[in-house]
């Protein structure tokens, strides 16, 4: 009985350890807001950490991804553009309806605009 005891503290200790490195690997927990991480999970790869259009994917794969920062593309393309190129792509840009809703679309755009636009 003590043996068996010994055993399922061990387990729980081991437990608790995965639990514990489950949440220390988890990308969420070093974002302080859902919509920060929605940006660097599908957006940060091609457009950057800055938004200057320079992640590590883009430049990986030579793609050309837009440069938040650029005050032209704000002129030139309205709110319901740019949500249509979140939802449906555009060029080398995939369709993120697949994994955003379309309150998270406008809320990664709103983000964009509030961080990136000057």
């Known amino acids: 009985m003590k043996h ?3 055993v399922i503290v061990m387990i729980l200790v081991w437990i608790n350890g995965l639990i514990w490195l489950g949440n220390q690997i988890d990308p969420s927990n070093r974002y302080p807001s859902e919509v920060e991480y929605k940006y660097a999970r599908y957006c940060a790869g091609c ?3 800055d938004g200057e259009g320079n992640g590590r994917i883009g430049r990986f794969k030579k793609l050309d991804p837009a440069d938040l920062t650029d005050e032209n593309l704000w002129t030139v393309h309205n709110d319901e553009q740019l949500l249509t190129s979140i939802r449906d792509g555009k060029n080398d840009m995939p369709a993120f309806h697949y994994y955003l809703n379309d309150e998270d679309q406008q809320q990664i755009l709103d983000y ?3 961080k990136y636009r000057q």
């Open 47 to 49: 457009h950057g950490k």
């Open 4 to 6: 068996l005891l010994i």
């Open 112 to 114: 964009i605009k509030a």
